[in-house]
């Protein structure tokens, strides 16, 4: 049903009085990057929504028993967390190749917060296919062969998920005639390709591109656009053998940790980077 003017109204003077609280919708909140993001954002003062989806990755794919459980939970002990530091959050579990999960993280963010104003588009349905006949990558991860169901079941989240939190977010926030907001995504990969996850890849250059527009069209509105490339972060899949692949590759300069790359998240959806829109930010 289309936005009154009083309806605008109201929504406008909630902005107002959220300036100092902002709303944040963090993805994949319930381990790692998004973890960090949504605690980072709450320390610095925004009411964060912390999403989750626990997805159980099969025995026998060569990754570390800590990031499996870390995947499979929710995001309760983080939101938890954050309250006891004197924060706010709230955890929502959403599966995001849901297209109705879009408008229903809102939906629940503005009864709970109030309207989002920070959307991290940060959650993946992360899996290793491969065009080659390969079982196995060089790290020992198994591999799947490339078919329509590694490519929904990446695309589904990645891909178009990350396209329509965009659009709900620049629904509303034009209905409220808002003229504050960030939108920060995750990538990974390059436009050369991402041998071993190449779906993965995929996916995450549709997202850049999606953000890259919105940065192009919402500019107007008050909207920052950006994305966050970081390097290899230990999530808890990082071996022995990943930071030696990580040390002898020149490509390459660091592992970093969840919260290093939430810092530049963090300072992204701040006042401070208000000139900063339409980049792809690759840590290194």
Known sequence: MPWSNRQADVMADVDRAHHHARVALVTGANHGIGAATATALAAAGARVVAAHWPIRVPDGRGLPDEYARARSGGAEAVVEAIRRA???????????ADPDSASL???????????????INNASSWLADTFTPAAADGLGRALEPVSADTFDRQFAVDAKASALLIAEFSRRHGAR????????GLTSGGALGFPDEVSYGAAKAAMESYTMSAAAELAGFGVTANVVHPPVTDTGWVTDDVRAWVEADRGHFSVAQPA????????????????????????R
């Open 105 to 119: 993280l809102f939906d629940e963010a503005e009864r709970i917060f109030g309207p989002v104003q920070i959307l």
């Open 177 to 184: 005639r808002a003229d504050w907001g960030r939108i920060i």
């Open 260 to 283: 290093d790359v939430a810092d530049v998240i963090a300072f992204l959806a701040s006042d401070r980077a208000r000139l900063i829109t339409g980049n792809v930010i690759r840590m």
């Open 86 to 96: 004197g924060g706010q959050a709230h955890p929502v579990t959403a599966d995001l």
